[in-house]
Structure formats: structure tokens, C-alpha cells
């Protein structure tokens, strides 16, 4: 089944999407699964992961409903507070809740450099190994050596890299970042998402040969088991519509055997987060 692995939905408020800021205007509106459905059916792909993007319980909940209510939303990644002592109550809060099946914190807002390992997140990442959930890593390049670092200390804990961490491809920065990816990925325990790439380059005239080099580290460092599409929409809109952001993955796949084909389009998303039995847990 075709997945894509990552894509957000909101009802737009100016103070609840702060970071929504003029350069990314054209999505100060509202994005809903009747606006996305139709563009994932014309693409080829039957299901998706939502993911959160606030940082609030309220967020979390609200996603799930909207995976209840439309069966096309195989999973949500959603947020609780991993440095809060209540941790464990804000966890118990979604028990039952199958549709959840991973968490993530905006790790690439903070301002500490190595928030990843602070004890009180780490305490909380253990927390996920007791339940079952995987945990996304949405971090910029800089943030790689503390995420290798976690990912060895957990070893038993899944995690996914969203965005390939985020290649500076505008710049055409890549000898660092592929030093640090290729160390996350010696962590057997990671995956990582072909996500979030054309906005990474230039939006207005990037091309798909000046991404396929990222995505060339990509399959040489993880491997098609271990790598996932995403379209990372509405965001990827500013750059490209729904179909050219799925086609530039799509594309690059073409030539490669089937198995990986299908694995990347959605074999190893169903596996990651037990889609395909619907065991999303908490």
C-alpha cells in the first residue's frame, strides 16, 4: 500500500501558528483531509501519517479524531511533553488510542544544540521504549552528533529522521552532513524520510538533479529498507505541488527493483509503525 510518511493538517490561527511567517504565507489558511485526499489519490498513494505541528495535547487529540473519522489516515505522530514529570499521565491520556503511533518534539527550535540528551528528555524517550511508540527526530544538520548519540544509548527505541535532518541543498552543502548522516545511520534502530527536500533548495527554481545527490547519501547510508516517502504537505507548496514533490522520490525510484520500489512507497512505513496490522499503541 502506498504511504506517504509525513504531512501535516491545521485549521489556521495567526497565534497558534506563530512560525507560519510571511516567507511561508501562502499557507495561512486552513489544511484539512478534504483538501489532501484528492491530491494523494491522483499520486498514486492510499494512506498517510499525520504529524503534529504545535506543540500541544489539544493538537494530538484532534488529529486522532480526524484519523477516526477518515480512514485514509493510517497513523498520527503526535506530541507530548517528554521533559514534563506528568510525562507518564500525558502518555496514559492516549492508551487505547491505536491510531497513535509515534511522538515528536520540535527539536530544531530549541536553542540548546544538544536538547536530545538533556536528562530529562532522555527520560522521557524511555518512557516510549515501555510503550511501544516510535519518536521522530525533527532536527537540522547540526543536530546529528547528539541524535546518533541518543539513538546508541536507546537501542531498542525506533526512530525516524524526518527530512534527512535537512540538508542545506540550497547552499549545496553536503560533505558535513553526509559525515554526520552516515553516523545515524550506522544506528540499526533509525529510518529517515525522503521528505521536506524542495524546501530545502531553492523553491523557485530548484531541480531534481540538485537534490538527487542527497538522495543518492541517502540510499547509500540507510538502504531502501530503511528509507520512506513524504510529501511533508502543505508545507512542500511552496516549492511544489503535491504530485512534483511525490514525483521528484517517485522518479529517482524508477529505476530500482520493485521490492525497493515498494518498500520506500510505503513497505517500510506499514512495517515502522505496524500500520498494516493497526497496532498503533500507547
Known amino acids: ?30 489544511f484539512l483531509p478534504a483538501d489532501l485526499e484528492p491530491e494523494l489519490r491522483r499520486a498514486g498513494f492510499e494512506a498517510c501519517v ?21 480512514p485514509f489516515i493510517a497513523g498520527v505522530v503526535g506530541w507530548v511533553d517528554l521533559t514534563s514529570p506528568e510525562v507518564r499521565t500525558q502518555l496514559a491520556t492516549f492508551a487505547g488510542q491505536r491510531r497513535l503511533v509515534g511522538l ?37 544538520p547540526r543536530h546529528l552528533p547528539a541524535a546518533s548519540e541518543l539513538a546508541r544509548r536507546f537501542a531498542g527505541q525506533p526512530f525516524v ?23 545515524l545511520a550506522a544506528c540499526p534502530n533509525v529510518m529517515a524520510k525522503l521528505s521536506g527536500l524542495v524546501t530545502e533548495a531553492d523553491w523557485r527554481a530548484w531541480t531534481p538533479a540538485q537534490v538527487r545527490p542527497y538522495l543518492d547519501v541517502a540510499f547509500d547510508c540507510f538502504g531502501a529498507g530503511r528509507l520512506m516517502i513524504g510529501s511533508d504537505w502543505p508545507v512542500c507548496t511552496v ?18 527493483p520493485k521490492a525497493e520500489r515498494e518498500a520506500v512507497l510505503g513497505g517500510n512505513a506499514a512495517r515502522f509503525w505496524g500500520l498494516d496490522k493497526g497496532e498503533g499503541k500507547a
Not at 510518511?5 to 516567507?23: C, E, K, L, T
Not at 504529524?51 to 477518515?70: G, I, M, P, Y
Not at 522518479?251 to 530500482?256: Q, V, W
Request: glycine content about 4%; aromatic content about 10%; overall charge negative.
Open 1 to 30: 500500500m502506498p504511504i506517504d510518511a509525513h504531512q501535516h493538517f491545521w485549521r489556521y490561527d495567526p497565534a497558534a501558528y506563530g512560525w507560519i511567517d510571511d516567507s511561508l504565507a501562502p499557507l495561512r489558511r486552513d
Open 50 to 70: 499525520a504529524v503534529q505541528a504545535r506543540q500541544t495535547l489539544e493538537e494530538t487529540r484532534w488529529l486522532l479524531e480526524l484519523a477516526e473519522s477518515h
Open 104 to 140: 515528536r518534539h520540535v527539536v530544531q527550535a530549541e536553542p540548546d544544540d544538544r536538547f536530545l540528551l538533556r536528562p530529562d528528555f532522555r527520560r522521557g524517550i524511555a518512557m516510549l521504549e515501555e510503550v511501544g511508540l516510535a519518536y521522530d527526530l525533527l532536527i537540522y
Open 161 to 183: 529522521v524526518d527530512h534527512l535532518a535537512k540538508p542545506e541543498i540550497r547552499r549545496g552543502e553536503i560533505r558535513a552532513w553526509e559525515r554526520d548522516l552516515r553516523r
Open 239 to 256: 516549492a511544489a505541488d503535491y504530485a512534483r514533490t511525490m514525483g521528484l522520490v517517485t522518479d529517482y525510484l524508477a529505476s530500482r
